[in-house]
């Protein structure tokens, strides 16, 4: 059965303080694993996507990386706009059927 | 430029009671799709379609119907609301540009049922 698995489940880091998140995932045939950034009370906002090991993408302090068996979401010197919930998703063979992580909640404190 | 729209935002049903959550796209998008979230739990799927006219169920589709009728138009139906369909529900959609390959997705605001 395809899974994915994110750690930790919260993170707290002071402003400045750079941190990974983990993305763990089994799935058959990998059609793409996602990353999403979600802010209480609204809808998942997409981060990236990344479809090969090996592959790697950029924005601003966050950088996500993946390889064959799981992907890692990297902050580096955060700041406090960056506090929210981050989620994995992966796409298998069957289209249109994403699978996703319970989310990392993570805490960026002055 | 409106893309994923949701309505209502909040609704408490009592058990029992039916009701349609409703969505609509402005991105042509053929792909859409229905979330539920928990507390502490990832997004679950429930229906999704992949045209006007095809759906499919998902991981949790028991106690919902889904019709797609238009491209722009996907609308969720809990029949005989129970109080284990309370959650918060996301509407999706996407275009996969290139075969084979899953798209990202655009996700509406949400809707926070109550059933009690």
């Known amino acids: 059965e395809d899974q994915v698995t994110q750690s930790p489940e919260a993170l707290r880091l002071q402003e400045g303080e750079s941190s990974s998140l983990n993305c763990s995932y089994t799935?058959?045939?990998?059609?793409?694993l996602f990353w999403y950034r979600q802010d209480p009370g609204k809808g998942p906002e997409f981060l990236f996507t990344l479809y090969s090991a090996g592959e790697e993408k950029e924005k601003e302090r966050l950088k996500a990386t993946l390889t064959k068996k799981e992907s890692f979401l990297h902050i580096t010197a955060p700041k406090p706009e960056d506090s929210a919930t981050y989620l994995c998703a992966v796409g298998g063979s069957t289209l249109g059927r994403l699978y996703f992580g319970r989310g990392t909640q993570l805490t960026v404190w002055p | 430029n409106a893309g994923v729209t949701q309505t209502p935002k909040f609704r408490i049903l009592k058990i029992g009671q039916s009701m349609t959550l409703q969505c609509t796209q402005d991105?042509?998008?053929?792909?859409m799709y229905w979330y539920r979230q928990d507390p502490g739990m990832g997004l679950k799927l429930i229906y999704y379609?992949?045209?006007?006219?095809?759906?499919d169920k998902g991981e949790v589709p028991n106690g919902y119907n889904v019709s797609r009728s238009t491209t722009e138009d996907f609308p969720l139906r809990l029949e005989l609301a129970a109080p284990s369909q309370t959650s918060v529900y996301f509407c999706a959609s996407s275009y996969p540009r290139v075969q084979g390959i899953n798209e990202k997705l655009f996700f509406g605001s949400g809707t926070q049922l109550s059933v009690l």
């Open positions: 991105m042509n998008h053929n792909y």
């Open positions: 799935v058959s045939g990998l059609r793409g």
């Open positions: 379609s992949v045209g006007a006219g095809i759906t």
